[in-house]
């Protein structure tokens, strides 16, 4: 029989603190005990849970890596025989009925010896790999604060989710407008959306059971909501956690750290979508400004010159963009056109249909001239070219200027006011629904005079329906009062009185509306 | 996304390279032992894991990893690891994988430094 060595006998005292030294001193143990039992062949294999994990084997046998002693594998269990160890077993191959003799005892504290190392080894590294649990989720922190691009933190907080977790799959979902929708998959392949209000999908996340298309396939799934302020952003959902004897279920340790990274996720992504929502503001502001720009450019830059009238025309939009026009133009003959509206609505949609007012004014009146028809067509026009419920209320007027005759379309406007030289106070009504609301609407004319000294003035419902703190509004008694009161004032000064006045008024109410004048006054 | 591991082999002059690509859980790991079990069956006794083409290991491949270290130890080998992405390498480091194999940036230098004549 082969003797253990001086330095056998050393190793085997400090063997749970000697990871190399060990396989090769237990094989030398192994092949003490065969040689001391007449065995063929032995292996020594350390309890792990209700399994025998092996360990080292001596001799020509194979021997399976792990062994059920409650259904040991009949492939491999035949011919073997079995010694139980407080700390594991011994295997092998028939030979004498082993005793409670010196080298089993060996054997057996080798076991003990080794299953404390394997412990020993176990918890170092449970405890370093919470070192990289939580520098996976400083990680994740990091590059919240570090990136706005959607995918890339999505990819990296599915990643880390997936890693830390020992899961085998994974998907990421992100609540839109139209529900859940994929946003990352990892490990195969996920639903691609699901319903806001998917009742399973909100028992899942409740720690109930999984919608079956979620994972296909996945056996175990565990699933947290991603929420900001209480209000669901999303779902990291994880599949098959797994251990080296295949998947299982997740832990309830595992739904924390998974609730971890959805906070995270919360993070990044509300970040990540505050800044596309910036982005999108900001790119709305340009366009919006760029659309600024047109309409300055449509409305006129200066009084037209008419003789014997002065002409001034102000706006001031509400917006930043406005839903008012006005414009002069050449109705041919040596008429001279002037028309005032309101657009329904306000911003860029309001913009774009003042715009289609502006250059269909233009043509009709160039190509056809203002007479019976002009504004049938008009409303033609833009009953086709806008979307349904907008509309325009329009005034429009012709003036002959040497005959002071005025024609005027009044299409659901308010009534312009004409203050006459004696201080009577004309109202030139409507004679029509707005344009752009009823396509085989019919308009009348109408037709007045403006006599030397007599002064016309059209405006917008942002004057007359301008709002004090209590809601009452301007009103136009009030516009009338200060035409008659400023009648002979140069035309700048008195829409600036009308502003001053309108603005005193609302005693820094805020207005919704857009505000616009034109004066036309008869001076010879 | 590669739904399992696939790991390709070159073998060189007295040692060998093993390539990954995918995820190393514990199936991944248990193809890379068995290739790298097999290779050391062979005689090699260097092998370097290239882990260019993944992205995350999870703690069993870790383990199955620290395997295959503690085999290169037990036959007085050596094991290399290259190309690593910033998380697996403080993975590494933090699980003390970087104490019994040695990582390198890139293949090159992992080469020079594992090679019987380095």
Known sequence: ?524 | MTESLRVTVDRQDGFAIVYTEGYINNQGGEEIARVAYQLIDEGRKILLLNLNGTKIVNSIGISILIEIIEKMIEIDGKLGFCSLTPTIAKTFEIMGLSQYAQIFPDETLAIAGLRPSA
Request: with cysteine; glycine share 10%; proline share 5%.
């Open chain 1, 1 to 524: 029989m082969t003797a253990l060595s001086r330095e056998d006998w050393e190793d085997l005292l400090v063997l749970s603190q000697t990871e190399t030294a060990a396989r090769p001193l237990v094989a030398r143990l192994l092949a003490h005990w065969c040689q001391a039992h007449r065995a063929e062949a032995a292996a020594l294999y350390i309890d792990r849970g209700n399994l025998l994990e092996h360990e080292c084997t001596h001799g020509d046998r194979g021997f399976p890596e792990v062994y059920d002693p409650a259904s040991p594998n009949p492939e491999f269990a035949r011919g073997l025989a079995m010694v139980r160890l407080p700390a594991g077993a011994l295997l092998y191959a028939p030979g004498d009925v082993p005793l409670a003799d010196a080298s089993t005892l060996l054997i057996s504290e080798a076991a003990k010896a080794l299953r404390l190392q394997r412990q020993l080894k176990e918890q170092r590294f449970q405890a370093n790999y919470r070192g990289v649990e939580l520098e996976a989720l400083y990680d994740v922190g990091l590059k919240v604060a570090g990136t706005l691009d959607l995918e890339q933190l999505s990819e990296e907080i599915l990643l880390h989710a997936v890693m830390l977790l020992d899961a085998r799959r994974g998907a990421l979902y992100l609540l839109g407008p139209e529900g859940y929708r994929l946003q990352r998959t990892f490990g195969g392949e996920a639903e691609e959306a699901f319903e806001a209000d998917d009742s399973t999908l909100a028992r899942f996340v409740a720690g109930g059971e999984a919608p079956a298309a979620l994972l296909p396939g996945a056996r175990h799934l565990l699933g947290v909501g991603i929420e900001i302020e209480g209000s669901p952003r999303g779902l990291i959902a994880v599949g098959d956690k797994e251990s080296r004897r295949g998947v299982g279920p997740f832990r309830a340790a595992d739904r924390r750290s998974l609730g971890l990274f959805a906070n995270q996720a919360a993070i990044a992504l509300e970040n990540a979508r505050l800044h596309l929502q910036a982005l999108e503001k900001e790119r709305l502001e340009r366009e919006m400004s760029l659309a600024a720009e047109i309409q300055r450019q449509i409305l006129p830059k200066g009084s037209p010159d008419v003789p014997g009238y002065e002409i001034a025309g102000w706006n001031r939009p509400a917006a930043q963009v406005g839903g008012d026009y006005y414009g002069f133009l050449d109705a041919g003959a040596g008429r001279f056109g002037l028309a005032l509206g309101d657009v329904s609505g306000k911003g860029m949609p309001a913009a774009l249909l003042v715009s289609t007012l502006h250059s269909a004014l233009r043509l009709l009146a160039e190509r056809d001239g203002v007479g019976i028809g002009f504004l049938e067509r008009l409303n033609t026009h833009l009953a086709d070219s806008s979307t349904a419920n907008k509309f325009v209320t329009l005034f429009f007027a012709q003036l002959h200027p040497e005959t002071g005759e005025l024609d005027y379309l009044n299409a659901g406007h308010n009534p312009a006011l004409l203050l006459r030289r004696d201080g009577h106070l004309d109202e030139l009504g409507s004679g029509g629904v707005p344009l752009g609301l009823i396509r085989a609407a019919r308009f009348e004319s109408q037709r007045t005079d403006l006599s030397p000294g007599d002064l016309l003035c059209l405006y917008s419902d942002g004057i007359t329906e301008a709002c004090a703190p209590d809601d009452e509004e301007f009103g136009m008694e009030r516009l009338g009062a200060i035409l008659t009161s400023y009648r002979d004032m140069p035309l700048p000064e008195l829409i600036e009185a009308i502003d001053g006045a309108v603005t005193a008024f609302a005693q820094g109410h805020p207005q919704a509306d857009d505000q616009t004048v034109v004066l036309v006054r008869r001076v010879g």
